[in-house]
């Protein structure tokens, strides 16, 4: 069986090619959809939303030991770089904390994407795809709970990371502002949500290429945001591309409040920002999704597994 990759558990690996019979087989799916897909209430919409999220918790527990290998390689990552610090000359313990901040911000922000933008592709892998784009709810009621799932897995895996790397190094909070980093990890998230949501459109287009080009998106916002380094370390010609990622904003803010101490008002224009991100991505992640669906259905791609 192939191993989940290390970014969240989502395997891969080449598959048949899909044929006339697929599309015949996507297209009964779509009338299906179309035929039960009924207006339903708040309180039913709900339901399932939170049935995605239990269900995903669900996978944890079976890939539990993947989950314990990806968390301990995640903690000895983020040791890795936080004692480089402790080998350069200056403030240590200044330099530990930003780079401590950077790998944890990015594991965060990395996992809501990573885990939103598979979210095809893990169906795909479990053979339930069918039955997830058949199932008489919202497209937004499925995706938003794989959002708010990995929102929280997000949260409980930085947690704990974070408090092994207090074991290691004494990291000093003194004059940090706390309330400010939390309001920008809030906001952030949605902007992460989004670009996750348009991400997860590439394995209904491309089920052989899909997750390949959600790693090099991932990859290249790893790049351009600062996580381990300032912006201004990048090459004057890359520079420019960092104002496109949302996690640029994030770690600048996140920064400034926990090192410098920086006030909420001083945050807000990062935050503004980010919050104009969220609010026009997730609607456009959710538009491109959708179409992207129809396309698959129409062409035979969705239940394609390679």
Same mark, same amino acid.
């Given at each position: 069986?192939?191993?989940?990759?290390?970014?969240?558990?989502?395997?891969?690996?080449?598959?048949?090619?899909?044929?006339?019979?697929?599309?015949?087989?996507?297209?009964?799916?779509?009338?299906?959809?179309?035929?039960?897909?009924?207006?339903?209430?708040?309180?039913?919409?709900?339901?399932?939303?939170? %049935?995605?999220?239990?269900?995903?918790?669900?996978?944890?527990?079976?890939?539990?030991?993947?989950?314990?290998?990806? !968390?301990?390689?995640?903690?000895?990552?983020?040791?890795?770089?936080?004692?480089?610090?402790?080998?350069?000359?200056?403030?240590?313990?200044?330099?530990?904390?930003?780079?401590?901040?950077?790998?944890? #911000?990015?594991?965060?922000?990395?996992?809501?994407?990573?885990?939103?933008?598979?979210?095809?592709?893990?169906?795909?892998?479990?053979?339930?795809?069918?039955? &997830?784009?058949?199932?008489?709810?919202?497209?937004?009621?499925?995706?938003?709970?794989?959002?708010?799932?990995?929102?929280?897995?997000?949260?409980?895996?930085?947690?704990?990371?974070?408090?092994?790397?207090?074991?290691?190094?004494?990291?000093? #909070?003194?004059?940090?502002?706390?309330? %400010?980093?939390?309001?920008?990890?809030?906001?952030?998230?949605?902007?992460?949500?989004?670009?996750? !949501?348009?991400?997860?459109?590439?394995?209904?287009?491309?089920?052989?290429?899909?997750?390949?080009?959600?790693?090099?998106?991932?990859?290249? !916002?790893?790049?351009?945001?600062?996580?381990?380094?300032?912006?201004?370390?990048?090459?004057?010609?890359?520079?420019?591309?960092?104002?496109?990622?949302?996690? &640029?904003?994030? #770690?600048?803010?996140?920064?400034?409040?926990?090192?410098?101490?920086? &006030?909420?008002?001083?945050? !807000?224009?990062?935050?503004?920002?980010?919050?104009?991100?969220?609010?026009? #991505?997730?609607?456009?992640?959710?538009?491109?999704?959708?179409?992207?669906?129809?396309?698959?259905?129409?062409?035979?791609?969705?239940?394609?597994? %390679?």
């Amino acid at each position: 069986m192939p191993a989940p990759t290390a970014g969240g558990r989502k395997p891969g690996g080449p598959a048949a090619p899909g044929d006339a019979t697929a599309a015949s087989t996507d297209r009964a799916i779509a009338g299906a959809v179309a035929d039960a897909r009924k207006p339903m209430s708040f309180r039913a919409e709900l339901a399932a939303t939170l %049935g995605f999220i239990e269900r995903n918790f669900y996978l944890v527990k079976r890939y539990f030991g993947w989950e314990l290998v990806f !968390l301990f390689y995640n903690i000895v990552n983020t040791l890795t770089i936080a004692l480089i610090a402790t080998a350069m000359p200056g403030d240590k313990g200044r330099m530990v904390l930003f780079l401590v901040v950077g790998a944890l #911000l990015w594991g965060y922000l990395s996992v809501i994407f990573h885990d939103v933008s598979e979210s095809v592709a893990w169906e795909r892998w479990e053979g339930t795809i069918e039955y &997830t784009f058949m199932a008489p709810i919202h497209r937004a009621t499925h995706l938003f709970g794989m959002c708010i799932y990995a929102v929280i897995y997000g949260v409980i895996r930085s947690s704990v990371v974070l408090g092994a790397v207090t074991l290691f190094f004494s990291l000093d #909070l003194a004059g940090a502002n706390l309330l %400010g980093a939390l309001t920008v990890l809030m906001v952030a998230s949605f902007a992460f949500i989004g670009l996750g !949501l348009m991400a997860a459109v590439f394995p209904l287009l491309s089920t052989e290429r899909g997750a390949q080009a959600t790693h090099v998106m991932e990859a290249f !916002l790893l790049l351009v945001s600062g996580a381990y380094y300032a912006v201004s370390a990048l090459p004057a010609w890359l520079q420019p591309l960092s104002v496109i990622s949302p996690a &640029t904003y994030a #770690l600048r803010a996140i920064r400034a409040a926990l090192l410098d101490g920086a &006030t909420l008002g001083q945050l !807000l224009p990062d935050i503004g920002i980010l919050a104009i991100t969220g609010v026009v #991505l997730i609607p456009l992640g959710l538009a491109v999704f959708q179409a992207g669906e129809r396309y698959a259905m129409r062409t035979g791609k969705l239940k394609r597994s %390679g």
